[in-house]
């Protein structure tokens, strides 16, 4: 019988740790901030593009945030902007203009102020096919 009580305890100790993290998930999704504006649209020639989106959901003593996404190009403003509420962006830092170069599927990346999260690649959906691209980062 200590198989089963063993059994009953790790399984409930695992969906303990799920539920957890489902409510930690949920809990810093709802706390991102409304996206202020798109700063630059830096085409890749396929049809995708990278966006810099500026969220000033600061003070007097915060800085602004700039957050860097990947996706296909948008006509407006507001379908941008509501675009990201979904994604997850590949950069985000305090310092706008960060986007130097593009070369194939390499972007070169320079960043002057404090990053906050980076990821070196980035997938996006064209025309039903996922495509990858790769950052690198140059930071002061």
């Given at each position: 019988?200590l ?18 993290l489902?409510?930690?998930?949920f ?21 995708a ?37 979904r ?7 305090t ?27 980035a ?18």
């Open positions: 019988m198989g089963l009580r063993v059994f009953k305890w790790v399984t409930g100790t695992l969906l303990l740790a799920c539920l957890g489902v409510v930690l998930r809990i810093t999704i709802s706390s991102m901030p409304d996206p202020d504006r798109v700063v630059s649209v830096t085409p890749l020639g396929d049809g593009a990278v966006y810099e989106i500026l969220y000033d959901s600061g003070g007097a003593t915060v800085p602004f945030i700039y957050r860097y996404y990947v996706f296909m190009q948008l006509k407006n403003e507001e379908s941008v902007l509501e675009e990201v509420r994604l997850e962006p590949f950069l985000v830092a310092s706008s203009g960060a986007v130097k170069d593009i070369a194939g599927r390499n972007v070169s990346l320079e960043v002057k102020g404090t990053i906050y999260e980076f990821k070196t690649l997938r996006y959906r064209v025309n039903d096919e996922v495509r990858s691209i790769r950052f690198s980062l140059n930071g002061h």
